[in-house]
């Protein structure tokens, strides 16, 4: 064997390595939307098929939310005692468990699959940024651009797909909703190999117990976390409501469930093209606050043009909603990894910003329901959307400001 030959046999595994690993995240973030993306364009099937009022209904999305907030807390006790890429593997079971639970007839187990789905959701949201900074903080806008893709490609869809399952399935909405397990299940096999290896010391470091630990009460009074916060939230507000009512609105403004579904699953399409290059423009533009302004107006256009004309000019605003929350979503991902000088505290920025931030998105589709039910319609709740956007903007322009957290 040569000098030369050296590098080319040590180098060659740990670059398939790389590519296995970034392949079963990517393959991780395409199931943390699916469970959810499929609920929206079936939801008037629900409403009708268990009695339920438009508010009521609202609950099976906005429950995972809010369990995306509430469990999300959960995740560095849970890293600091399973490892972070066990723990990515085990959600990928949980959430297959809870999804496959719609299949029961009982509606305990709608409810109880859906908490279940949230929770696994939530733990992933929160490890995924960490378990990127530490593997790839080589290639993070690279990353966390195609994460951001991944995760609009999977509402995409389920979105499109969910209602044909359904005639597929002769109408019921039940096997169409819990055949989004099969890709869970998937995601768990492919990334078990990982899950078994033996946690390295940087993975470890990304757990509490430090001298210098960014504790979660330290967070809450540091501003640069407090904004991260805030933009996730607000622009998950936004997305979560517009996720679960859109295709409702549609509906009532005379377009087909099978139209309105596909809408929402286009509305994706914009999103990937923004979704993946926002990351690497952000970082380039100047003043910092643009890219926060850009994604603002364009979802305040298409919210707009849905107040005005749903139906008449219904592509277009997909068209304005897609690209504004494609690149919002990957801004508020983003932020949390730029904000953090190190995957440790990346870990603790990601388990703040997702936990609040998620409790904070899970009155977008609550909410709306609620205003929708008490007004008859949907101008309000679209208006209330609008206003939200100001300080979706605000909270925006002051995480984008180049600084780290715990930084002075």
Known sequence: MTTASIPVTTTRPRLLAGWYVGAGLLLIAINLRMGV????????????????????????????????????????VLSRRIGLHRLLGLTMAVLAIGIALRLEPHGWALSGGTVLAGAAIAVANVCMPAAIKSDFAHRVGLMMGLYSTALFLSAAIASAAVVPLMAAFAGSWRPALAFWAIPAAIAFVVWLPRALQRPDARVRATGAGAADEPTFARLLRDPVAIAVTGFMGLQSLSYYAFLTWVPTVLQDAGVSAHAAGLMLA?????????????PAIARRLRPTWLPVLVVVVLCAAGFA????????????????????????????????????????????????????????????????GLLHTATGGWTVPIVVLLVLLVLQFVAGAAASRDRHVLRR
């Open 37 to 76: 993306a499929s609920v929206g364009p079936v939801l008037g099937a629900i409403e009708r098929s268990l009695g339920l009022s438009p508010s009521a209904a609202s609950l099976l999305t906005t429950i995972p939310v809010f369990a995306f907030g509430a469990f999300a807390f959960l995740t560095p």
């Open 305 to 368: 043009g849905l107040l005005v004309a749903p139906a008449a000019g219904a592509w277009v605003w997909m068209t304005l909603l897609g690209l504004g929350q494609g690149g919002a979503i990957s801004l508020s991902l983003s932020y949390i990894v730029w904000r953090s000088p190190d995957a440790r505290h990346t870990a603790h920025v990601s388990t703040m910003a997702q936990g609040i931030g998620y409790l904070l998105a899970g009155l977008g589709p609550l909410g709306l």
């Open 266 to 278: 286009y509305s994706s399409l914009p999103g990937i093209v923004t979704g993946i290059t926002g």
